[in-house]
């Protein structure tokens, strides 16, 4: 079973920083763009970065300059470093990809459990 699991989520101050992580795991052939999404409470989930197999990078307009998005290929990887946090950046962040597994045909939409993102003061 291909797998994506986040960490680094918690609590930070205003103008503070986190620092999120995702891995994925399984019989997996190739992993195509990899992203964030986040979803605030009462809020419909929006893509918050992208960044595709060959390293282009989308980031959303709320988080751009203060948001990096970066992946590891070999170690199927990819990372999210939120720096100037803001309390509107509070909401659970998912991690995403399109899989292609061994044996199996097409590329699966694969998301991992979301993580908690407070910034609170």
């Known amino acids: 079973q291909v797998q994506l699991v986040e960490s680094g989520g918690g609590l930070a101050q205003p103008g503070g920083f986190l620092r999120l992580s995702c891995a994925a795991s399984?019989?997996?052939?190739?992993?195509?763009?990899m992203n964030w999404y986040r979803q605030a409470p009462g809020k419909e989930r929006e893509l918050v970065a992208s960044?595709?197999?060959?390293?282009?990078?989308n980031t959303a307009d709320s988080v751009k300059g203060r948001f990096t998005i970066s992946r590891d290929n070999a170690k199927m990887t990819v990372s999210l470093q939120m720096n100037s946090l803001k309390p509107e950046d509070t909401a659970v962040y998912y991690c995403?990809?399109?899989?292609?597994?061994?044996?199996?045909?097409?590329?699966?939409?694969?998301w991992g459990q979301g993580t908690q993102v407070t910034v609170s003061s």
């Open positions: 995403n990809a399109g899989i292609r597994e061994i044996l199996r045909p097409g590329w699966r939409d694969c």
């Open positions: 399984g019989r997996i052939v190739s992993i195509n763009d």
């Open positions: 960044i595709s197999s060959t390293g282009n990078k």
